[in-house]
């Protein structure tokens, strides 16, 4: 599937979700996605394009890690917070899901733009959910995937200098 269909896959999953389990899923999807995305972008020829993917890969890599943080007691078992919607818990998390749908890049601008937007959208929501945390632990799980989104935008602010480079136009302007 092509990177900005499952851009919008996501982002549309995480508009929808409504359950503290579904959005942290979601945010975490976003930051696969991320991840993914910056893995294909460091195989890339240019260099300053493939330095960019491996900096979108770690940034997404870290801040899926802050959101994989294991939940305190009481939040992963029947009724608690972080079931949501999923069956059984936190065990839906079990693997990548829709990143491994990912079979091509297509057209970079519209990419990261739509990944830009969609880790902006990821941010709001983790703004959100901290803000009505009941609970210590999903509180710094949100903070801590919120601290480690910036990062991961920075190579955002970066791509619009490496792909004018690389393609001797000015992106998104």
Sequence with gaps: MEALRLIKTVRHAL???????D?????WQSVLLTEAVGARLADHDGE????LGQQLSEAGAHT???LRQPPGPGLDGPGGPLCGGLAGGLGEWSGPGLVERLTELGDLEPVLVELAGLLAETGENLVVLACGAETESLYWTCIDGLDAIPVTLCGFGRWAGCAKAWTGEVVGG
Excluded: Y
């Design 15 to 21: 508009a929808e979700a409504r359950a503290t389990g």
């Design 64 to 66: 899926a890690s802050c």
């Design 23 to 27: 959005i942290l899923h979601q945010a």
């Design 48 to 51: 300053e394009l493939a330095t």
